[in-house]
């Protein structure tokens, strides 16, 4: 059973209504700002450094805990991430975006355990997000990931059709985007792939985000329309101004479909020079990322020079260690 949550499991959405969150969560001190940023960027080893420095004199900054089960949670680091988002949560639990990186800790940690512990872990997933929800009913991330929840996730877990149509009908008339990806996602799950699109499309014409977009495209990869899947991903890299994490998407999903190897490569490489990189698609998978598809097309030196850049920043990240490895 799978219960990540987030579209093409390369990464997980973080919009800028969460930074202004996170900041307000800081309190102002400087060495949890300084390792923000530093997650941002995709600079863990940093980053970890410096919250151990801050946890070492306070150990019940909750901030603190909580980028540091971040910085694991972005190397895939499943129980390291799980151990310091239950310290952010028993520290500040009331906190709406501890509770949804806790949910998160546990769907990739019960990704990767055996069915008797992953039921426990979905479990918890289910109460976490919900939980998220409940602290903010505003929190878009949390509606997005409890949904899909809902949708993959069986009953006896806390998921269910019944409850994620429940959940699409109360944000409605707030959050339409959001509303319309989840009945996507439950025509989807049903085998309704007519309606699925609709209500993909639906939710692109309402947000005009890169994000909705990329979801269009995905859905039409899913289902062996590469072709169809291109002017979406293109509207999406289009309408990504800031160049972020949406270009990673749809650099990921033409890589899978076989599509436009020169755009892919070419929005990988403005991701990684961009200013607005962030842990949505953190940068050193980027780079692993992108060597990947510099050695599918021949560039063996270019693809070691990734691995590299990759392990410059994140020196325990196991996939670029072997890539660089199987590259030599």
Not at 14 to 21: G, I, M, T
Request: proline fraction near 4%.
């Amino acid at each position: 059973m799978s219960i990540s949550v987030r579209l093409t499991r390369v990464r997980l959405l973080v919009l800028c209504a969460f930074f202004s969150a996170a900041q307000s969560f800081a309190g102002g001190n400087a060495g949890n700002a300084q390792a923000n940023a530093l997650l941002q960027q995709g600079k863990v080893d940093q980053a970890r450094v410096v919250l151990e420095q801050t946890l070492a004199g306070q150990p019940d900054d909750a901030w603190a805990h909580s980028l540091l089960c971040r910085v694991y949670y972005a190397q895939d680091m499943a129980d390291a991430a799980v151990n310091e988002c239950e310290k952010a949560v028993a520290y500040a639990p009331n906190d709406s975006e501890t509770q949804l990186w806790m949910g998160r800790a546990y769907g990739m940690k019960a990704e990767r355990a055996n069915p008797l512990v992953a039921f426990a872990l979905a479990r918890k997933v289910h109460a976490s997000f919900e939980r998220a929800l409940e602290l903010d009913p505003n929190n878009v991330h949390a509606m997005s990931d409890l949904g899909e929840f809902y949708v993959e996730a069986p009953g006896i877990v806390g998921g269910g059709m019944d409850k994620a149509q429940n959940l699409a009908r109360r944000i409605e008339s707030h959050f339409p985007a959001q509303s319309h990806r989840v009945l996507a996602m439950i025509a989807e799950k049903r085998n309704d792939n007519a309606t699925a699109e609709a209500e993909f499309k639906a939710a692109a014409q309402s947000a005009r985000t890169p994000e909705a977009y990329v979801d269009l495209g995905h859905f039409y990869q899913r289902h062996h329309q590469p072709d169809k899947a291109l002017a979406p991903l293109q509207a999406a890299i289009d309408a990504d101004h800031s160049r972020d994490a949406a270009l990673v998407d749809a650099a990921s999903i033409l890589t899978a479909a076989n599509r436009s190897p020169d755009l892919a490569e070419n929005v990988l490489r403005e991701y990684l020079s961009s200013p607005s990189k962030s842990e949505a698609a953190p940068a050193f998978k980027v780079h692993v990322q992108l060597g990947k598809l510099l050695a599918s097309r021949g560039d063996a030196a270019g693809a070691r020079r990734e691995y590299a850049a990759a392990l410059a920043l994140a020196s325990n990240y196991t996939p670029a260690r072997k890539a660089l490895q199987g590259a030599s």
